[in-house]
Each structure stands twice: as structure tokens, then as C-alpha cells.
């Protein structure tokens, strides 16, 4: 527990950071709905429909109504607040373990009554709940913004809440992959190079899993295509397979950050 | 009671060698010095014993617990003081004593006040960043990080680093006081004479192995005597002497023979002054260190 305090701590600059950013962003991007949801913004709508249908694909633009707000935060959001918001998990996630080694204070650390189990307990801790507020705070700021500036009367709750969960559960993907790589290198440089490219490896597979059916199994390896916003609001559900396969990712990141670590020679 | 004791512990860093089959043994109430160049796996040693590192092979004990079972019991009686002082940056020293305390079973208050009377006693300030201390106030952070918690086992790897003198003979009267409670101390440096003042017990270390334990003063005994005499002496006809030198009206050599023919050879000369000093430690470790190139040498000529 005093780990997690320590950690969480030590984080909450950064998590204060990124989180106001991304609440002033939210609120940009649904103050420009209503012009979006104009007549204007319907001529956009009618010549975006013109383009071709694998440019609206990769995009994540098929299947959107964008006149409707939650469509249009599916379109915004999965760059912004699924993609960017992933660098964040992953920046957290990646420093988590490697850190003490880099900055040499696993010496302190380490020297301390406690189990190796319990410093990955508490720092998992840390990095689910610097996710959850992330996350939990962007949720609830559009949840606002949505109502202020939402131009019809209908609001559809349930893809609303889809379509939070949905970064929430990349992000945490996200993180504990990259955690799992904390535990793995001895250089923090390396550590966020390595989780950065998985995030931007994992994104790009899930847009060649959507371009073309030869790549279509791509969608089983990477949570970006178990929660594409577009796909949600397609089908207003999450598939359940979908929902096994994260769960046991997350479990076997988990897992595996405890073996890995437990066995781990620490140099300083 | 053994405090400390390793068996043919043994860790390589891939083919690298960190220390080969190194047997430690440590009594209750000792001051353990462990001495050797840089690089010859001191901090290899102590890294192992606290279990930042698994062994290749071999076994180490301390309290009689196994150290890489047992690691968290261990460090509950354990006081650690690293080579290289290296702390969380951003923070105020009060608040990574107090993040230490919190580790720890115990009466925290008792460790708070514990906390107050040692930074009072080494001049801490306990409201500046980690960041701003320098080398020698790191250390004091290090040092009254290692004692708050009342430890049964001093592990402290070239504590004096950094320090000045001043703030050294507090850190040695403080261990001798630690020691006197019945506290184990083992001590790691390269500078000898520290070792000398401090410790019963002495093991040399070298290229990652253990050339020898010893009493310091069984050591200095068994050893030669520097004798340097003024006056005529002529010829010197005694056995035991190496590193003749004269320099003027200045005779001087080490001696290893009976101290008895010495004497009786000394007084049938008219001499104007004479001095008989034990070698420092460090003489002896160089002598050490001489003789196993020497028979080095030897293995190599097919001697």
C-alpha cells in the first residue's frame, strides 16, 4: 500500500497534466459540434460521403452519422482520446518498474522488507488507478460537454457508456503491455521506445485488419480492433470474444510481470 | 551465531565473472571488513546478500535465513548503506526517511524520533530536495536511512565515500556505538587504514575471489617489521630481510626473521637511532598482492 501511495504520488503531475489536456480538448472538439451538425456542416458531410470507401474506412468514418454527437466523438475520439490517451497509458505503464533501476533507486528499493511481489502489486495498482482517473475524468467531462452541446434531443446512454469503456480497456491494455515491458528492460529510454512502438504496431494492425480481408485475423491480436468506436456504433455492443480475449491478455500481462520480475537480476 | 555465511557463492554476468566461489563467514557482534580494488566484486558480494541478484551458484545465509527465500525477512534486521548514494530526486529528505519508515513493523514513532536525533547528529537538513544534496550530504541521508530502523546487520558498501573526516569519525564512532549494542557490522572499502581503525576481521578480496580472512591483528603479527636505523651498522648479516636500502648514514629494510637475533645484533653496534614499526595494513596487502603475482608468474613458467 505504501508503495502505491508513493507511486501514485509521485505520478499525479503528469496524470494532472494529461487529464486537463484531454478535458479541454473534449471540450473544443463538442463545441465545434454544432456547427458540425448544421446545414454547412451537412454539405461537408455529403462530399465526405463521396470519398472513397477504404479513405472512410481507415478513417473509422463508415457507419457514422455525424450529425449525431456520440457518432462524432466516435470519429474524434478514437485518434484523440483512444490513440494519444494510449501514449499516456503507455508512458505510465513503461516507467512504472524500469525507472528504479535507471534512476539507481532500486538500491533503496530493493533493500527494503518486501517482497518483489508486492513492489508489482503496487505498482500495477498505480497504473490502474492513474487509467481509471484518466479515464473516469475524461468520461465524465463529456458526458458534460455532450449534454451542453448535443443539438438533438436523443442521447443514446448505452453507446455512451460503450463508447467510454472502450478507450478505458485499450488504455489498459495498453498500460500493462507496456508494464510488462517496465519489468523486462533495464533503461528507461528503451523501455518507452519499445512500449510506443507497440502502441503505434497494435493501432496500425487494427486498421489493416479493417482495409483488407486478407488481414482480417488481425482484429484477434490488438484491443484497438476489440473496441473500434466505429464498429461500436455499428453493432451498439461489444462482442463477447472480444471481451475474453482482453481479459486474458490483461491477466497474462499481469502474470507475467510478477514471473518475469521475481527472477529478474537487478544491476545498478 | 553466524550472522552472515555464503557457500562457494558464486555469480557470473553471462561470461563475465562477477565473484567465484566466495565462503564468508560473519559472528554475531563482529566488525566484518571486506577489502579489495575496485571491480573485484565487493558490491557483487553485498548485491547478493540483499538479493538484487541471483547466484549462479552457492548459497548465502544470513540470520540464518536463506537469502534468496527468505529476502524480506532479512531485510527487517538489516541497515544498508549502498557504494553509490542514489535517491528519488524530486523529493525532500524528510519525506524519503519517512517513505523508509513505512516499510517497517514496528513503533513508527519510535524510528520518527530515531529519524530526528541521527540527522540532528550528522547536521541534515531535513527539508531540502534529494536534488540539491551533495555527495557527502547524500551519504548522511544514506546513513540515518540505515539506522532508523534499529538493525541487527550493518551491510555498508565504502561508506566513507565522500565523506569528509569530520563527518567520518562520526560514522565510525557511530558504528563502534552500534557495535557495542551487540550489532554486526560488515564493512566493504578499498581504503585499508579505515579497515585497520574499525575492524576484528578482515577478508581480501580479488578478481572475484576471496585470497584470504584474517584477524587484523593476526595478520599484522604474522607479518614482517619496517626497521629503519641511523648509524654505522656495516654489513648485516641476519636472515629475514628484504628491500634493503642505504641511504646515507640511513639504513632501512623489512624484516621477517627472530626479533631476539635483532636485537642481539643491534647491540654490538654504536648506533644514533632506531625504529621498529609495524607495516599499515596496506603494506601487508600490497606484500599480498606481490606474492600472488609472484607465484602467478611461477605457474606460468612451469615452475
Known sequence: ?268 | MKVIETINLTKYYGKFRGIENVNLSVDEGEIFGFIGPNGAGKSTTIRLLLNFLYPTFGTAEIFGKDCFKESPEIKKLIGYIPGEVNYYEDVKVKDLLEYSITFYEGDKEKYRRKMFELSKRFDLDLNRRISDLSLGNRKKVAVVQSLIHEPRLLIYDEPTNGLDPLIQKELFDLICEENKKGVTVFFSSHVLSEVQKLCTKVAIIREGKIMTIENVEDLRKRQYKIVKIEGDVGEITLSGIKNLKTRGNTTSFLFSGDINELILFLSRKKIDNLSIEEPTLEEIFMDYYSKEEEHNEHIQMGI
Open chain 1, 1 to 268: 500500500m505504501n508503495i502505491f501511495k508513493w507511486e501514485f504520488k509521485r505520478s499525479r503531475k503528469l496524470l494532472l497534466a494529461w487529464t486537463l489536456a484531454f478535458v479541454l480538448l473534449q471540450f473544443m472538439y463538442s463545441s465545434f459540434f454544432p456547427s458540425m451538425a448544421s446545414e454547412e456542416g451537412g454539405l461537408l458531410l455529403a462530399k465526405l460521403n463521396m470519398l472513397p470507401k477504404i479513405f472512410l474506412k481507415m478513417f473509422g468514418l463508415e457507419n457514422l452519422d455525424l450529425t449525431n454527437i456520440l457518432h462524432y466523438y466516435a470519429m474524434q475520439g478514437q485518434f484523440i482520446v483512444i490513440l494519444i490517451g494510449s501514449v499516456f497509458a503507455a508512458k505510465m505503464g513503461s516507467s512504472m518498474i524500469v525507472k528504479e533501476e535507471n534512476d539507481k533507486t532500486a538500491e533503496f528499493l530493493m533493500a527494503k522488507p518486501i517482497s518483489r511481489k508486492k513492489i508489482i502489486t503496487g505498482k500495477l495498482f498505480a497504473t490502474l488507478v492513474n487509467i481509471l482517473i484518466f479515464d473516469g475524468i475524461i468520461t465524465m467531462a463529456n458526458f458534460i460537454f455532450f449534454n451542453i452541446y448535443n443539438t438533438s434531443d436523443a442521447f443514446d446512454f448505452k453507446l455512451f457508456w460503450l463508447l467510454s469503456l472502450s478507450p478505458f480497456f485499450i488504455h489498459l491494455s495498453v498500460g500493462f503491455l507496456s508494464f510488462l515491458v517496465s519489468t523486462s528492460k533495464r533503461r528507461l529510454g528503451k523501455a518507452d521506445m519499445i512500449s510506443l512502438g507497440l502502441v503505434f504496431s497494435l493501432y496500425t494492425a487494427s486498421v489493416f485488419a479493417k482495409l483488407t480481408e486478407k488481414l482480417d485475423f488481425l482484429r484477434f491480436f490488438t484491443p484497438y480492433s476489440y473496441f473500434d468506436p466505429s464498429n461500436i456504433v455499428k453493432t451498439k455492443s461489444i462482442s463477447m470474444i472480444y471481451i475474453i480475449l482482453f481479459l486474458m491478455e490483461l491477466i497474462g500481462f499481469i502474470v507475467a510481470s510478477y514471473i518475469y520480475f521475481e527472477k529478474k537480476d537487478i544491476y545498478i
